[in-house]
């Protein structure tokens, strides 16, 4: 059986990107990563390629499956608002569920992105642009302000992770999340 990789890829890749949402590329070694995933470095080199690699699959990883659950609450509701609600109340979701770590993977890159490659750095915010365009997409029939208030929902989004991480309450950041659904039905009642 020389050549058949003998652990579970997947369950792999979700171990590494739960360290590197825990502890920030810069902060992750491959001792460390060797350590989470129960891996030797070969293993790892040889499925996934270097930290940079495998940190954009980390990357890609979560935007899938967060991405997932973002299209699912933007699709199909009746006014922008009540899009933006479910999109926060996603975001909040995840947040508090005490099996995953604190804030966002793709907020806590971007704000290391000088510690990031070209490569993940351009991945970091091509995943930010695709969050907005996801948002945009769900305003676009509401309003023609579309692009502004994605922009802006999106970073109160980025906003609340890095809140999360700094210890704000489930309260305060629903809060947060309020005022935002409060500012885009206003703006789209005054564009209506």
């Known amino acids: 059986m020389a050549g058949r990789k003998q652990f579970d890829v997947d369950r792999a890749l979700d171990q590494v990107m739960t360290l590197f949402w825990q502890r920030g590329y810069a902060e992750t070694s491959l001792e ?26 980390s990357l890609d990883r979560y935007a899938d499956t967060y ?37 966002c ?47 802006f929902v999106v970073s109160t989004n980025q906003a609340l992770a890095v809140m999360d991480r700094a210890g ?3 309260e305060q950041l629903a809060s947060v999340a309020s005022v935002a659904v409060r500012a885009v039905e206003a703006s789209t009642s005054a564009a209506g």
């Not at 030797?40 to 996934?48: A, C, V």
């Not at 973002?70 to 099996?99: K, W």
């Not at 997409?137 to 023609?144: C, G, K, N």
């Open 105 to 151: 993977l793709i907020a806590l890159s971007a704000m290391a992105a000088p510690t990031l490659d070209d490569g993940n750095r351009d991945r970091v915010s091509a995943l930010l642009e695709h969050q907005r365009q996801r948002v945009q997409a769900a305003l676009d029939a509401f309003t023609p302000d579309a692009a502004e208030l994605a922009l």
């Open 168 to 170: 704000a309450s489930a």
């Open 32 to 57: 460390h990563i060797v350590s989470a995933t129960g891996l030797g470095k070969g293993s790892l080199y040889g499925t996934f390629g270097g930290k940079a690699e495998l940190f954009r699959r």
């Open 67 to 103: 991405g997932r659950q973002y299209e699912a609450a933007l699709s199909g509701r009746p006014t922008p608002a009540l899009a933006i609600q479910a999109f926060f109340d996603v975001v909040l979701a995840r947040i508090a569920d005490p099996r995953l770590p604190g804030g």
